[in-house]
T-cell receptor, first 118, second 109 residues
Framework: GAVVSQHPSRVICKSGTSVKIECRSLDFQATTMFWYRQFPKQSLMLMATSNEGSKATYEQGVEKDKFLINHASLTLSTLTVTSAHPEDSSFYIC??????????????FGPGTRLLVL | GQNIDQPTEMTATEGAIVQINCTYQTSGFNGLFWYQQHAGEAPTFLSYNVLDGLEEKGRFSSFLSRSKGYSYLLLKELQMKDSASYLCAVKTGGFKTIFGAGTRLFVKA
């Protein structure tokens, strides 16, 4: 299957600082990438849809000024958590939509980034 | 509203068969996915159903009934490594994918 990478895999930061997370599709071009957040023992919650060359679409309740998304190329999307606070501590997962293949269109997930804000 | 329901936890014995059910009510439907997620890791793709019926792939099979808003994932010949969370996800009419809370499967010897 397709490969999606995320960097960093784990980050610890102080409250008030900003953290950038990168998501790359390694062997395919992804016009659309998705950013999810997952709290312990809960499901993935879609935060925003990132479209190459245009503004991201945010889900209700997600602050676009706090979670900045940039999808500058067909293989890279970045999520920046600005002025992070302890409640932002979570597992952040990106996925990329692989449109290759006739019928099956699926999302491939990156390995996730665990953010801990002290 | 959007709603995906699946059992919270299930326990099964190594070598046995287990069926994980998922019911959904969404605004539009463009396919249903099953993902496996081990603790602390990202989900991995298992199956995709867009038409009614059963899709078989090795030890894993997935069934869909669109009229009933129902799907199940069938795992055969269970192995200890199958202990994980199994996420049911629906691609809605707006082409967003919404995830259920997941079913934690415990496989015991």
């Amino acid at each position: 299957g397709a490969v999606v990478s995320q960097h960093p895999s784990r980050v610890i930061c102080k409250s008030g600082t900003s953290v950038k997370i990168e998501c790359r599709s390694l062997d395919f071009q992804a016009t659309t990438m998705f950013w999810y957040r997952q709290f312990p023992k809960q499901s993935l919650m879609l935060m925003a849809t990132s479209n190459e060359g245009s503004k991201a679409t945010y889900e209700q309740g997600v602050e676009k000024d706090k979670f900045l998304i940039n999808h500058a190329s067909l293989t890279l999307s970045t999520l920046t958590v600005t002025s992070a606070h302890p409640e932002d501590s979570s597992f952040y997962i990106c996925s990329a939509r692989d449109l290759r293949g006739a019928v099956q269109e699926t999302q491939y997930f990156g390995p996730g980034t665990r953010l801990l804000v002290l | 509203g959007q709603n995906i329901d699946q059992p919270t936890e299930m326990t099964a014995t190594e070598g046995a068969i287990v069926q994980i059910n998922c019911t959904y009510q969404t605004s539009g439907f463009n396919g249903l996915f099953w993902y496996q997620q081990h603790a602390g890791e990202a989900p991995t793709f298992l199956s995709y159903n867009v038409l009614d019926g059963l899709e078989e792939k090795g030890r894993f099979s997935s069934f869909l009934s669109r009229s009933k808003g129902y799907s199940y994932l069938l795992l055969k010949e269970l192995q200890m490594k199958d202990s994980a969370s199994y996420l049911c996800a629906v691609k809605t009419g707006g082409f967003k994918t919404i995830f259920g809370a997941g079913t934690r499967l415990f496989v015991k010897a």
